[in-house]
């Protein structure tokens, strides 16, 4: 049995994205709903998911456009509360994401019992937020201080919005990850949020990733998730569980019991 057994009680788990609204700080926060508003439309995704059968869900502050490369004490203090809130609801494993910000993630994992985060952990990138460098060493020391050892993190290997500034070939980069950066999960994605990732880009990533597990990270659908699932160990789905599988709607607890129901016939 390996890590995500363990952690989601099953294999080639699917985990659904519970995306915040605007928080505090970001300039389309409703001031005027505060954090009760926020904290209602987790719930109400949240519970979404869950009923629709879903493996596991990941918080995420995705809303807090335009991104920001470094999260400011509002962003983590302000997630933390909602995950806090919310923790006693949650009946599966689930994960933190801040974008794009991996030791906020790893904080905010800390203190809420969060079993796994998702990050851009390493490479340098011209993306739409400016020039984006990572240090993964300083990143895996200051989950050490802080005793997150036990946080299992997903590195993001093809950053969305981005393009590296030293380009080398997908097989390449996750050879090397896998080689020098001690990843628990490789997760592979499309252009942007929602955009389909190729088949071939997966079977390029297990081909090389060892025992490392592989994670579909976007465009994955109920149409779709049978063919891209047999080259992957898990899938992150947020988009296309969506009403009209659009991003910035709440979750449709129908699209949910659609998608899990094709990916349990996929998994058989």
Known sequence: MNWVEEVFGLARPAIGMVHLLPLPGAPQHDAAGGMKKIIESARRDLD????????????????????????????VSSMAFVVGALRDQVHVPFGIDVLW??????AIARASGAQFVRE?????????????????????????????????????????????????????????VVFSSVPDGLCVSGAMTGEEVSAESLRTVKEVAGD?????????????IAQLIRFADGVVVGSSLKVDGNTWNPV?????????????????
């Open 48 to 75: 979404a998911l869950q009923s629709g059968g879903i493996d596991s869900v990941m918080f995420c502050n995705e809303h807090d456009r335009p991104y920001s490369l470094a999260a400011d004490p509002a962003v």
């Open 101 to 106: 910000d991996p030791c906020a993630a790893l």
């Open 120 to 176: 851009i952990f390493t490479g340098a990138y011209a993306s739409d937020m400016g020039l984006w460098n990572t240090n993964v060493g300083a990143t895996f020391r200051y989950r050490h201080q802080i005793d997150a050892d036990d946080v299992r993190v997903l590195f993001n290997i093809n950053a969305e919005f981005a393009a590296p500034l030293a380009p080398r070939s997908l097989r390449d980069v996750a050879k090397s």
């Open 212 to 224: 490392v597990p592989v994670f579909i990270n976007t465009g994955a659908r109920r149409d779709n």
């Open 252 to 268: 449709d607890p129908h699209r949910v019991k659609e998608f899990m129901t094709a990916i349990r016939e996929a998994r058989k």
